[in-house]
């Protein structure tokens, strides 16, 4: 039988005892009576006592099982806090890297943009030159071209009106005379 069983025991046989004494006297229903052994105060006195003896030891074992879960559930507490704590500095760290790795690859990028842009405007002005030597060589080309036509209508024209002049010239006699010295000088030689 465990302690809270011896308790109730006690209260039973308490109570019983005080109902067969109120019986015995006649007594009925509530009220103050003076007489110590007559009002069962020796019995609530004994009650108490057993209650405070037994009690206590439950008492304070209930109230220790409390304190060491609460310390328990305290340490716990700041074991996550140090954690969260850590993993709070953790974190900030990370973005501090995250944030110079940012930094690193913006500056890189300009740097890369710059080097584009020059590379980019040195094709450009190469490109501009050759354009402009192209431009220069087909000036040429064409204006070369344009002479050599005027030259081959100038003679064109040069032979057309000696040729004329030629036919309206020479008649006949004048052709073989021509002729003739040019054939004996081809054949002098």
């Known amino acids: 039988m465990g302690i809270m069983g011896t308790f109730f025991l006690l209260a039973e046989v308490a109570h019983s005892a005080g109902a067969e004494l109120a019986e015995a006297e006649g007594h009925h229903g509530f009220g103050l009576n003076p007489d110590i052994f007559e009002a ?6 004994i009650l108490i006592g057993v209650l405070f003896y037994f009690g206590r030891n439950l008492l304070g074992n209930i109230l220790s099982e409390r304190r060491a879960r609460i310390e328990t559930a305290i ?14 500095s953790d974190a900030q760290q990370k973005l501090t890297q995250a944030q110079a790795e940012a930094e690193r690859i913006r500056k890189d990028a300009e740097e890369s943009a710059k080097a584009a842009r020059e590379s980019i405007l040195a094709k450009a002005a190469k490109d501009v030159e050759r354009l402009q030597k192209t431009a220069v060589e087909d000036l040429n080309t064409e204006r070369e071209r344009a002479i050599a036509e005027l030259r081959a209508q100038v003679s064109a024209m040069a032979l057309q009106r000696v ?12 052709q073989q005379q021509l002729i003739d010295s040019s054939i004996a000088s081809v054949g002098g030689r």
């Open 40 to 45: 069962n105060l020796i019995n609530l006195a």
């Open 75 to 88: 340490r716990e507490a700041e074991q996550r806090q140090k954690e969260a704590a850590a993993a709070l």
């Open 163 to 174: 040729e004329s002049q030629l036919k309206s010239q020479l008649d006949d006699a004048a």
